[in-house]
């Protein structure tokens, strides 16, 4: 069974800087999009960043410039560098992977979901 869990959440304070870990196990075939979305209490769930199978990414425009999507194939590990954090990135940070065609960036294309980890950034 395909599991997914993030670690690296906490709080900061804005200009900060974090660095979240989304562990894979159980994957027994590449996926074709793996991202991190986020969610804040009130608001939908919307993509953060993403990668696909050939290595390719995408931003948020909210977050371009500032966050960075990696991923470490041989340990199964997807990553998210945060820098220059600001209060509005505030929110449940959640890994997800899919094996669908489909923007990497829309969460409704997505069947597996990490529990979360949480962001703080204070002002």
């Known amino acids: 069974q395909v599991q997914l869990v993030e670690s690296g959440g906490g709080s900061v304070q804005a200009g900060g800087s974090l660095r979240l870990s989304c562990a894979a196990s159980?994957?027994?075939?590449?996926?074709?999009?793996m991202s991190w979305f986020r969610q804040a209490p009130g608001e939908e769930r919307e993509g953060v960043a993403g990668?696909?199978?050939?290595?390719?990414?995408t931003y948020a425009d909210s977050v371009k410039g500032r966050f960075t999507i990696s991923q470490d194939n041989a340990k199964h590990t997807l990553y998210l560098q945060m820098n220059s954090l600001k209060p509005e990135d505030t929110a449940m940070y959640y890994c997800?992977?899919?094996?669908?065609?489909?923007?990497?960036?829309?969460?409704?294309?997505?069947?597996?979901w990490g529990q979360g980890t949480q962001v703080s950034v204070s002002s």
């Open positions: 997800a992977a899919k094996d669908r065609t489909g923007a990497c960036l829309n969460p409704r294309l997505y069947n597996r």
């Open positions: 159980g994957v027994t075939y590449r996926w074709y999009c």
């Open positions: 990668i696909d199978s050939h290595g390719s990414t």
